[in-house]
């Protein structure tokens, strides 16, 4: 702020002043770094899918037979495939896991349960024409841990899925959710809320807590942002995760938006467009880097935490960090935000002015 | 793959906002496609509500005399010409201004007009004076809870003594402009990307 507020004299008041903050309030009204997040991410290059080519035009006649080409190979050819494996995957899912929910609760159950788990989700990953690199796999999160990950799309559960498997927080949906939902539950502990248990904070701390006292329960899978964002960006983490203790692990996930789009837009698309999307798609091919472990410091609080464990990520991942809450997009920011702008504001002015005076 | 010059016939009255604008068409394009996100219900105007959802605008301590200048007059909503007109503000000055004809109106990103636009998110009463009322209310704005009274009246008795000339104790336009003759208004209020 000093940089731009640069007048001629020292530090005082200038009429000058508001210019500075005329000009920031009308860059972000031409673009702002938050609702930038929050739509795909442009590519450098076309790669023959129309939906990520934001400026169309009719360029030669042999780029459109080659993407004509492309919308058969991919509408004929590869979704029914597609279509197929992920009707196997689920409906396996679903019958393995009620069927291993019948056995008595043993080392076999839990065996067999992470054998049905992994096995259905390597057959919903290749429905989608996965390929997943997995990095720094000595740091794969243990059990009684909590797995933290920045958030993109649904996609992200199965993508980490595949490589372990995690007990996963979330609410109670209806529909086909729901009796995947249910069916995950009878072969290992999950933690399902219902949509009114969600609001009570304090609930769901406990419950989580208990979950990772046991040592012998899977790792939790929690997003702390809280919704998906783009994938050029972490937003926000809300601190909610962090206070529950234990050992965080973090995942930095990155997709290649070269072979297809992951981002979920969930106010431009529902659930089946958006995998029908994913399905028409050349690829998904991602990065999941695993972090070492991190731990709270003494005398780091819930939100410096949140932080730390944040730029971790971001660094890992190569994504720019951001301090904003990822649920901007649907509801209005905090004034403390305000007050920060003008703190530094007036430190500037009257820190110089009362300076003056003495001397002056 | 080039923007479109396909997408450019979608913007009603394309050609006159060009012309009174003084945009290129590949920032007009830009900008409409902002006005349109930014319209989440997609209503074809801004309102208050629309702008107040920008974090950087809301967390901004003049961001609500900002807003204030996209609707004059008491209006409640602002269409894309309106729109674009108040971002022309911020264009960057053009190079060849000695060929301009004297007889067109002043264009809208000229040094004057960008005084003009800081003049009237001072002056809210729009009588062409900065009382130091009006000083003290912008002050606050941008220092909140920070400062006591005390140390922001005599911040402001300060700089109207200096910006007043004819002692009739407020900032008329003229005096405004005579004080910051120095400063470099086109680089401190342009937007580069709105070239």
């Known amino acids: 702020m000093e940089k731009g507020l640069s007048g001629l004299r020292g530090r005082d008041f200038e009429l000058s002043d508001v210019f500075y903050f005329s000009k920031k309030g009308l860059e972000a009204i031409v673009e702002d770094e938050v609702t930038q997040r929050f739509s795909s991410e442009e590519l450098v290059s076309w790669n023959l899918l129309t939906r990520t080519n934001v400026n169309f035009q009719y360029i030669s006649l042999r780029l459109t037979m080659v993407w004509v080409l492309g919308v058969i190979v991919r509408y004929c050819v590869l979704l029914p495939l597609r279509v197929m494996l992920a009707f196997i995957g689920i409906s396996l899912l679903v019958i393995g896991t009620t069927l291993v929910g019948q056995l008595p609760d043993s080392s076999l159950k839990s065996w067999l349960s992470e054998l049905v788990h992994l096995t259905c989700c390597r057959i919903c990953v290749r429905a989608l024409s996965g390929t997943i690199h997995y990095h720094n796999k000595q740091y794969r999160p243990q059990k009684g841990g909590i797995c933290v990950a920045n958030h993109t799309s649904p996609i992200d559960v199965l993508i980490l899925t595949v490589d372990g498997c995690y007990a996963m927080v979330g609410q109670v949906h209806g529909g086909l959710m729901g009796i995947i939902q249910r069916a995950m539950v009878k072969a290992c502990p999950h933690v399902w809320f219902e949509r009114s248990e969600m609001k009570d904070r304090h609930l769901v701390t406990k419950r989580l807590k208990e979950h990772i006292a046991d040592k012998k329960k899977l790792p939790i899978l929690i997003f702390p942002e809280g919704t998906c964002i783009n994938n050029t960006s972490v937003m926000m983490f809300k601190k909610g995760s962090f206070e529950i203790g234990g050992t965080i692990y973090p995942v930095a996930i990155k997709y290649n938006p070269q072979f297809g789009d992951a981002f979920w837009n969930s106010s431009k698309y529902n659930m089946v467009s958006y995998l029908l999307r994913m399905m028409t798609s050349w690829a998904i091919v991602c990065d999941v880097w695993y972090l070492p472990p991190m731990t709270r410091e003494e005398g780091e609080d819930a939100v410096q935490f949140a932080n730390r464990v944040k730029s971790a990520i971001a660094v890992q991942g190569g994504l720019t960090e951001l301090p904003w809450d990822g649920g901007l997009k649907r509801a209005k920011v905090k004034d403390t935000f305000r007050e920060e702008q003008q703190k530094n504001y007036s430190k500037m002015i009257v820190g110089n002015g009362s300076l003056n005076s003495e001397l002056g | ?195």
């Open chain 2, 1 to 195: 793959m080039g923007s479109g010059g396909s997408s450019a016939a979608q913007i009603p009255d394309a050609d006159n906002i060009r012309r009174e604008t003084g945009f290129s068409q590949a920032s007009l394009l830009r900008l409409y496609h902002r006005f349109r996100a930014l319209d989440r219900n997609k209503k074809g105007y801004l309102s208050r509500v629309d702008l107040q959802q920008i974090g950087a605008l809301a967390v901004n301590p003049l961001g609500d005399r900002i807003i204030d200048s996209f609707f004059p007059d008491g209006s409640l909503r602002v269409d894309f010409p309106d729109f674009v007109r108040v971002l022309a503000h911020f264009r960057p000055v053009d190079e060849d201004t000695g060929t301009r004809d004297p007889n067109e109106p002043e264009p809208l990103n000229s040094r004057m007009n960008k005084l003009r636009f800081a003049f009237q998110l001072y002056d809210l009463d729009r009588d062409g004076k900065i009382s130091r009322h009006e000083m003290l209310q912008v002050l606050r704005l941008m220092v909140g809870v920070q400062v006591t009274e005390e140390q922001l009246e005599s911040i402001a008795d300060r700089t109207v003594q200096e910006a007043d000339e004819d002692g009739d104790g407020a900032v008329s336009f003229l005096e405004f402009t005579k004080s910051l003759e120095k400063m470099n208004i086109e680089q401190k209020m342009s937007i580069r990307i709105l070239k």
